[in-house]
């Protein structure tokens, strides 16, 4: 079956509503992502196929528990084999655009994988670098900045310009590659999603139809090419009333001290840094040498017995594990807070200890926050991460109604698409094969996985 060719198509923070505005409609199933429902360990686990235990990734921040400062994380801090680098194994050829946690390149064999960067690069780059010149006006920045838009019309239109310029590359390596994997990320749902909350309502949809109908028009013609074809997205999204600071929370409970001031100042710089892609590029080279934090809270914190250090992440991370009773006491007395979890309940494997000791589960409708605000809640209106995304497939062999013994997760992708191409499953994977979506009688179906 290694002549098969499989296309995965990413639309990230996609739930049933944003799916169907761009036309995915057909065999709509909900997607379980990672705790926390995140970009980067979520797109990280359906790339590998296994928990952030064992890949490594839970947030853009890698942290030092001990002193509770942080650096960038990057592709070389993914621990775990990458599809495409076992597709590589076998011979097999991939083009990968637009995956987070891909950046550096150096990670990709250059004579079977092609690499698009992600949106969170420093740099947009293409591997291999023989391919860059022929793409280079293609390559232009990415409008993922949504906070900093105030005219909904005008953010809307650098979207679309910036669909429409990528597409031509996109376009380019679907038909002129010799691919066996086609695996792209559109991020344009997601910035969406954060900027424009309503849309999540089938509220002023004709603002992102134009960008959507793109990468519409994209999926059909890689149905048209593609003999299976997969389309997930890494989380869902809902609309949030409320943000629950859990920093502020700690602090209110004796779990943490610090300066305003110093809290202010740094919270100006990295506001700056967010502004600069000089000054981010810099800092990505820099960062990961160096003992700077990215963080601003290990600035501002005199002392702290447990912190969040990335809002999304969920994660806290304490400096003795013996207050985790008191810690989980404290915040489960708010009800905006649902349950607070060991890290050890939820993800297992050799990369656990660096993982936060705590993930603290938000009640719906609440997401929470690293700041430090003087008040432990706010009320808002805003778009945030849910753990229900969206699952999409259609190809030969593949039912055309199905109904899932257990709702797929993201670790189920990697072990489906090796036994599509009949290749050995990793022992320690997470996921499990998706045998519902096959025909009963098809060969698919029939044949027993490669271990």
Known sequence: MKDKKIAIIGLDGANKTTAKLV???????????????????????ILTGVNPAKHGIIGWQKV??????????????????RLPEILSSANMKSVIINLPMTYPITWADPENTIVVSDWMAPKQTIFPKKLEEQYREFLIDPPHQWWQESDRDEYADKVKEFTETRLSVYYDL??????????????????????????????????????????????????SIADIVFIVSDHGFQKIDKVFYINEALAQNGFIRYSGFKFRMANTAKKLIRRSNILAEV??????????????MSYAISEAVAMLIESETWGLYLKNRENIKEVINALTDYPEIVDVVPSKLIHKGPLSRYLPDLFVIPAEGVS??????????????????????????????VKEDILFNKTPRVY????????????????????????????????????????
């Open 23 to 45: 036309g995915v409609e057909a065999q709509l199933h909900d997607f379980i992502s990672t705790i926390p429902p995140y970009t980067p360990p979520a797109w990280t686990s």
């Open 64 to 81: 030092d528990r001990m002193s509770f400062k942080s650096r960038l994380a990057t592709s070389r801090d993914v621990k775990y084999p």
């Open 174 to 223: 679907l038909e002129k590659i010799d691919w066996n994997l086609y695996f792209i990320v559109f991020s344009e749902t997601d910035w969406f999603s954060h900027w424009m909350p309503q849309i999540l309502e089938g509220k002023d949809e004709h603002v992102v139809k134009p960008t959507f109908k793109l990468i519409r028009e994209f999926i059909n013609e890689v149905e």
């Open 283 to 296: 800092l990505y080279k820099l960062i990961p040498k160096s003992k700077i934090s990215v963080n601003s």
């Open 368 to 397: 929470v926050s690293d700041e430090l605000s003087g008040t432990i809640t706010k009320q808002v209106v805003k778009g945030d991460h849910e753990i229900k995304g969206i699952f999409s497939f259609r190809g030969e062999g």
């Open 412 to 451: 189920d992708i990697v072990p489906t698409v090796l036994h599509i191409f009949g290749l050995p499953i990793p022992s320690d994977t997470d996921g499990r094969i998706l045998k519902e979506i096959f025909e009963e009688d098809s060969e698919l179906s029939k044949k027993q996985p490669i271990e």
